[in-house]
């Protein structure tokens, strides 16, 4: 099963203590040795970015940073894992490290499993007839 976990935060907490980035690097590290990890990284600024997108038949493209935002996603990591129990897991053992080394910052982890398209007809389709009722 594959996962997408994105960390989020408030507006621009700063940078993080070189301490935490080592911390989580020796845990990156070890998922990339066991084979978990697919893929991870930051995200840059919202000052940085730009949005697209479609509302009541119009495109716009807005660049940041973004005065609607309150919370940001900072950066994501995609695992192959068993079980949605592990990825809880891997998030509680990566929220630690943010507990212990960077106290005063205030989060959280978005874990969500990535569907591929024989994904979706299983799992989708009982939610759509319910609201189909």
């Known amino acids: 099963m594959k996962f997408m ?4 935060h408030g507006k621009n907490p700063g940078p993080p203590p070189k301490e935490l980035m080592d911390a989580i690097a020796i845990l990156s590290q070890e998922a990339v040795k066991d084979g978990s990890m697919i ?3 930051g995200l840059a600024p919202l000052e940085q970015s730009a949005r697209v997108r479609v509302s009541k038949g119009h495109l716009t493209v807005t660049d940041g940073p973004f005065a609607e935002s ?3 996603v900072g950066g994501y990591a995609q695992f192959e894992l068993k079980s949605k129990q ?3 897991d891997g998030a509680v053992r990566f929220m630690e490290l943010h507990r ?3 106290p005063e910052w205030e989060g959280e982890t978005e874990i969500r499993q990535i569907f591929g398209p024989e994904d979706f007809a299983k799992n989708c389709q009982p ?3 319910a609201v189909a009722k």
């Open 127 to 129: 939610a759509a007839e």
């Open 70 to 72: 309150k919370e940001v």
């Open 86 to 88: 592990e990825a809880i």
């Open 39 to 41: 893929s991870n990284g």
């Open 100 to 102: 212990k080394y960077w």
């Open 5 to 8: 976990m994105m960390v989020k």
